[in-house]
């Protein structure tokens, strides 16, 4: 493959109404507890930028950033002939794996981004919140390429559950800490109503927000979900369309996990505006767990999108900041909303969604690790789950492309637990969702804001 | 259309200018004669304008801008969340075709004359002397 992609996809050159501002009103969020006018700014004005422009289809990704992509990229696209075997398939499947970098994962695509972005505005310390790890991973090492110190917190779930990432955020220079802490005003309010300290990367990015607020020199990184992050990861999608077009192929299905959206929306963009030139249809399916399920049981509405209560009110699919979600091994899709933009164009009917329990998507991963030798992130592993499903549901052979996400290298302790037999399939507390999203509603309806 | 002067603007008249104009002036000949012609408040009026014009926009209840004074509290009175004051600055940008730093908006922002301030400043620093 000799594809190098030099630019990011702004499908919102595309779909320029998505860039329309979208405050929640001003009594919705005096009835939520109060607007926050605390002003100081978290992005820098480039990011802001990129996050809302309209203007060009193709962003040139700056010579420095390119140079870092140029250690990993372009990443493997490859069939899995021994996998649709094994699932007894005359479908094709591919693969696009994103976990062949120093950190592990598609997060580092816009870590080193960011790292160069803020670095650039004179910011000294990047403060974020880490879900499963692999951001954590990735912003602590392009921060420490881009000579910035980092800050991380990592709900105690995960931290516990994955105990080698924090090694390897520290290894890289960065500062790690069990969310919720007891550093943060956040954290040692969520300390109360979460004794056995589960956390959530919620939690964990209100604490790194609080920090942030109060230092100087210090801003907050968010790893998934704002605008700028999800075009960051464009970089993915757009050299997945040109290797296809490489190998002669062209995929009927597109499938990626989903916590906040920035690796669906990395591969699906791209595929979206190929397929609106070329008129080749692509059915996108995101794929989310069982125990959080935001998408295929959320509702679009306004929320917060952390514990910090700093930040502003957006409207997404969500199940409601309340909400506390099993404490699954796939750490980096237990986030209660998904990015905004996604949410406005999945309420548009732009892709669709599917949940998986648990130990299906650890089979799924298995079999794809006995006949590929490839184990990878269990996050990724829902990509392969909704793949799969495709594949299966399929009348006639298709060609699927799943984004696998990260290796899971760092994940052995969760194959373990579903090898030997103690694993769940990781669903959600009924009563908690129904609760949550009925309070998400009230708040909503209150103010006569419409919910869907 | 108001003409500039209707406008705010104020229109001076040196009849000896230095050799070299100022940031604020446009030297012109007339019959070998040198005239420099001041226009600084032209910058204000404009930089001002695109500010206050940003600034209605922005808001959730809609204002006039003549009616958003220059010692209002971007926060406490016109109560701009961080994304808004970022919305802020770009909206500025598009309108008077500059680019802002992000140094520019850091530091002593407060009021609604301190962004006219850095605007003017920013406006200034881009125009041909």
Known sequence: ?????????????????????????????????????????????????????????????????????????????????????????????????????????????????????????????????????????????????????????????????????????????????????????????????????????????????????????????????????????????????????????????????????????????????????????????????????????????????????????VRMMTLGRDVSVPGIHAGGLRYHGTSPLLSAMYRDGLFEARAFAQRKVFETAVLFARTTGMIIAPESAHALAAAVQAVQESPAPICVLANVSGHGLLDLSSYDAYLTGEMDDGLPDEDMIVRSLSLLRQRNEQVQVEVA | MKSFVEQGGTVGVCLAPPSTPGPDEVVVEFDQVRIAIHISHAHEVLCADAVRAALGDLMAQPRSPESISDSESLFLDLGLNSLEYLELWTSIESRLGIRFDDEDLLGDVRTVGDVVSRTLDVYLGGVPA
């Open chain 1, 1 to 313: 493959m000799t594809v190098r992609v030099e630019t990011w996809c702004n499908i919102l050159h595309d779909f320029p109404a998505y860039a329309r501002r979208d405050p929640a009103p001003r009594h919705l969020e005096i009835a939520m507890g109060g607007r926050n006018t605390d002003v100081r700014p978290q992005l820098t004005l480039e990011l802001f930028r990129q996050s809302n422009s309209t203007e060009l289809a193709e962003v040139p990704i700056p010579d420095p950033v390119l140079e870092l992509y140029d250690m990993y990229r372009p990443t493997p696209l490859i069939r899995a002939k021994a996998f649709e075997q094994a699932l007894g398939t005359t479908s094709r499947i591919y693969v696009k794996f994103e976990g062949q970098n120093a950190a592990g994962s598609h997060k580092l695509n816009s870590a080193l981004a960011q790292a160069y972005y803020f670095k650039k505005a004179g910011v000294e310390r990047i403060l974020t919140g880490t879900g499963a790890g692999q951001w954590g991973a990735a912003i602590s090492f392009a921060c420490a390429r881009a000579g910035l110190a980092a800050t991380v917190f990592m709900p105690g779930v995960s931290y516990r559950q994955k105990p080698l990432r924090p090694v390897m955020m520290r290894t890289y220079g960065g500062e790690v800490h069990e969310s919720p802490s007891d550093l943060t005003e956040v954290g040692r309010a969520a300390r109360i109503k979460d004794p056995k300290r589960i956390g959530s990367l919620n939690i964990a990015n209100g604490e790194a927000i609080e920090i942030a607020r109060s230092v100087a020199g210090a801003r907050f990184a968010v790893g998934s979900g704002e605008n700028h992050v999800l075009l960051h990861q464009t970089v993915i999608g757009q050299e997945a369309v040109r290797q296809m077009e490489e190998i002669g192929d062209y995929p009927n299905v597109v499938t990626a996990c989903v916590g906040a959206g920035s690796n669906f929306a990395g591969i699906a963009f791209p595929f979206i505006r190929n397929s609106r030139k070329s008129g080749r249809d692509v059915r996108l399916i995101a794929a989310e767990p069982v125990a959080c399920p935001k998408l295929t049981r959320g509702l679009y509405a306004y929320d917060m999108s952390d514990a910090s209560s700093a930040t502003p009110y």
